[in-house]
């Protein structure tokens, strides 16, 4: 069963708006949270993270949310830009583990 | 970035043949991971190490193998290939298991079983 969902396969966003990524989870062991970039052809490239001792945490556009009691995390990526077309990918891990649980991912398309 | 190298790219093999994929990393990284990205499946774990000689299964395992006899090179193989193991393979490594730090991931190998 996926511990870890991105519902929306794909999002398109006019540049310069807001994209908004979700991911849900459903191990309430999970307490960290990274968010991944990938391109085609590509392998994944890491963006951000959060420990689930924080609710926020921003780095330059990109800010991840994180609502604990929900079991949901979102990617804000203000102003968005067309280098930013990619699939992102958000993952879980529990510090019992060993291993990252990924999401589906969510293919975004930002329009010129 | 952590230097992680895949081998080959790109292979196109016939049912039945056994592969072997090579991951290859110069971080000195303990942790190593195989996974697989279909559509509508996103990245799934087939095997990681947590060590030389030091591995488990991951959620994909049936059908594969793996062998990491030093720290920098993890194998892959699929001792009797199918089809349903067409797909794009990505190693990774990290230092510490998944607990505060990123993965760095390879640049993938596109497998085709015909």
């Known amino acids: 069963d996926q511990q870890v969902k991105q519902n929306s396969p794909s ?19 999970f307490d960290y949270f990274l968010w991944y970039k990938k391109y085609p052809a590509e392998g994944p490239t890491f963006l951000i993270s959060i420990s689930s001792i924080k609710d926020k945490n921003e780095d330059g556009r990109f800010t991840v949310f994180l609502n604990k009691s929900a079991k949901h995390l979102s990617l804000h990526i203000v102003p968005s830009q067309p280098g930013d077309s990619a699939v992102y990918f958000c993952a879980a891990s529990a510090r019992s583990g060993n291993q990252f649980y990924f999401g589906t991912g969510t293919s975004l398309t930002v329009i010129p | 970035d952590a230097g992680i190298t895949q081998s080959p790219r790109h292979k196109v093999t016939e049912t039945g043949t056994p592969v072997t994929l090579r991951c290859h990393q110069t971080e000195n990284h303990r942790y190593m991971y195989w996974y697989r990205q279909d559509p509508g499946h996103g990245l799934r774990l087939i095997h990681y190490s947590y060590g030389v000689k030091d591995t488990d299964k991951g959620e994909v395992s049936d059908g594969y193998s793996v062998s990491r006899s030093k720290t920098e090179d993890f194998l892959l193989t699929l001792e009797s290939a199918t089809s349903s193991q ?29």
Do not use: K, W
Request: proline share 2%; hydrophobic share 30%.
């Open chain 1, 11 to 29: 999002l398109s966003v006019q540049e310069g708006r807001i994209s908004i990524l979700n991911c849900d989870y459903t191990n309430s062991m």
């Open chain 2, 86 to 114: 067409t797909s794009v393979y990505f190693c990774a490594t990290d230092l510490s298991g998944g607990h505060g730090n990123e993965q760095f991931f390879g640049p993938g190998t596109r497998l085709t079983v015909l």
